[in-house]
């Protein structure tokens, strides 16, 4: 077996989207984010505690035929602040950056308090900023400190 051989752990994928450098462990919270539970039909690779000299550990998703929403990128850059998003063509990656803080994330997160106008029934997304210590919710103020994907929208 070659060295290749050895080496390949997850296949190249040919159109889509390669998140790499998530904070090792982060994966499946990423798959969360993205409104991934394996039963919409896409292909998706994850590898998990991957050996990486930037991070020490890290996971990398991969997505076949889908690319990102800017919301979706905003909150994932809350739990792995080092990842980056590869855009794929025809196998080739033709855009890459890493991801960055964003000062508020609309959506994709759930505001914690029942009362918010955010969780009841009306046509409000939620918005948070992003605080010091988390994310606080700009309706009611409820500041979602850890426990972050705890809180990610799924319908
Ligand atoms: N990748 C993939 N399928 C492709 C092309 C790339 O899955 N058709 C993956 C690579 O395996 C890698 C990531 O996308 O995990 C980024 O690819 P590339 O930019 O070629 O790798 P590096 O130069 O190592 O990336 P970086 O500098 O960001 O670490
Ligand atoms: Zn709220």
Redesign the pocket.
Known sequence: MSDDDQQLR?????NGT?I??ITGGQALNVLAILGINGTSGESV?VAMNMPSDRLGKKD?V?VEGRELSQNEVDVLSLIAPAA?I?I?RD???VE?HRVERPSVVVGVLECPNHNCITTEDEPVQSRFAVVDDGVRCEYCDTIIRDELPAHIVTD
Do not use: F, G, L, W
């Open positions: 997850v296949s190249k994928i040919r390669v790499d450098h690779s990398i991969k980056s590869n794929v196998y080739d990656v890459k």
